[in-house]
């Protein structure tokens, strides 16, 4: 199942620099273990932003949150997830509109 | 390059249903031969509303614009286009954060 | 699996009186069928407006899509879908935050 | 009578450890305290984001407004109330639309 | 119970002027009514718009949306409804803040 | 002459709780003097907030805003104000419509 | 007494051209006129807008409304009021900061 | 030429005591200069708020800016700018609608 | 002296198509006289949407008022003005920041 | 190809006056280098705020993240980028709508 999701993050202007390195590469280790595995499908940055379009592909509504709320980055970010149907004109649904 | 879109329909009440139906028509059949020339790339909907979300994979601003505005409901959207780049994180891009 | 759905209705002052009669009856048969089935666990209204706040526990984003986009009062309708997962605190979780 | 609660926490950064842990047990003791008496009936998590949907069962108002002021995490939450009314399709109703 | 309500009147332009009349007499013979009753306890025009915050004072949500639903001029409103409940500073609780 | 306010009010967590409790009790004693004097003629609490809706009898602008803005809470406040006008509907005012 | 009034005019697309005429001049000989009894101080259009900042002096809300809500264009209007009060580094207030 | 102009002061709540009233009085002498200047023509207090409504009559945009952005309190207030223009209806521009 | 300006095109879906392609029409005609007159100089397409960004250099506020009032599809948009002033790190302003 | 960027910068208050001025001074020379390159094409200063209106001619959207996520700035700024493309108006354009 797909979801759908945007990543705002807002990490303190105050965090120590080498704290901040940390979470960035466990954030990073992390997204990609996820990727490696097929459930975080898509991972793109927002032009101009700290932000990010991603889209899960997960067997749970629970899964997801569990996936979510364990980014090392979760308690520096602002995310909204917006769950998705297949689209009667994708040409892989083999469907129409 | 690739740009992520969400597109919002709102079709009028009073739209004959004829009408409708055909445009409805021509809205799939022009989105799924971008869709197999490789242009639109991802096409989900998104639950519960008559809106989707698009992954557009075309050369310029200028040729998104013209795909967009000559959906055949484009006069009946809302749409909103956020330019994407590649995310330090995405494996495919073999680098990180 | 559970999703939260708000549903704000607008029905068009000049529809006519019976075609919103008979619209409203196949949207109450349509939900009671629903919520006899399972799928449709909880439906309050919002006190003081034409809207109301539901639950859903279907097995797939596709399936919750199909049910809303059948709604008879589906195009006079704003619908949001906001994905649920189960709460650490929640007694029938057997968890705790 | 029912009301639906939407609450949004917001933790500070510089929160100390234990006293975060701590103030995380009590809300989870008060609020399944409340569930066992029937005040707190539903208790979800929202997908990806430190949020939950909530519907209380309770006498009036000012016991609602006396059990969310007394929440530990209140001082550090958003909180928004909807009344809630017996909606005209609900079989639980016998009534319909 | 108390409950702040604020109306918002949109009454579309093409509404025949009898019509119109007719409605907005009928409404306020209803808010006198439930006036008389000490139901709606408090009304009050919100200067330049045509809007009012109103305060009702009934026994339950449902009772509220009961009243509000039925205005005459519901159709043609936008409502928003908040609980209330007594304020510590409040001299007449005999209580402090 | 009446005017509603809304105040929300937001005290910053590392606030020592001394401090805190003095300004608390220094508001309530100043509200409460204003409502024996008759300025300050409704206060009621938002359920589920540290807000509340209040409405003041004052002969003008220029008073308004010399009560609110020497609220000791004031710097840890968001207010807005509306002016209030008789409503035709209100009996109080033996006028309709 | 000083208010601030923001108004923004909606004509509907299809109000006959003869009528709009009427009503635009009818506005302005209702403006003309409160300017000249010293009642609508200042009035500026915004840029590029079909809208207006206007500052009245009256004496009191239920005049205020009573001015507005008489307005030939009222009802294709959206207008919002903000009650002024005497500014401590206004000089003509013979005040300071 | 002239300027609407909208300003909401945030100070911090750590600002030490003699800090703030000195930037304040340094604010009030910088605004009765521009004042006597014949530039900043009204100033006056949105009530409830720590805010203002101001009207400049300056020769330029890039005026206008130096004069804001050399507020002493700029870098805590939050500004937006609106350019006026005369007003058909305005007796002063002895135009009409 | 430069504005930047957004304008937002809301076409209705009634309106009869030679109606609409004659306005068009104007407008370009409209738009490509200020460009040769050096007024609009720059106008820019929003991608996806029927909206521009463009900014204009005129003398002053009313001029591009009188301008913006004018354009044939003025009716049928939404406006939004922002003055505009030299920056520091324009190298064409020989200043920096 | 170009890019709108709004940009709004938020120093923290706290920020030492040194660091200060040595990013903005980071900043400056940063901008004036891209302008030298042709891609920063027009800066302007958002009148009253600490914000700007730019225009940047990049080959790509990774190109523009990559600029706009090393300005020395950016981690205090908010930033949006819209994608524009040739308007049919434009008379550089050789085209007309």
Redesign the interface.
Known sequence: ?????RMDVH???D?PGDTRDQI??Q???Y??QL??EGKWI?????????S??S?FDVD???E???I??NLPLF??ME?????????????HQSA??
């Open positions: 199942m797909l979801y759908h999701v990490l303190p202007h965090l960035v590469r954030e990073r280790d997204a990609q990727q490696r898509h991972l793109w940055r927002i032009v101009g932003e700290y990010n379009y889209v749970s509504n629970d997801l949150h569990a979510l709320s308690t520096y995310t909204h997830v917006t769950p998705l149907a297949g689209h009667p004109s994708d040409i129409s509109t």
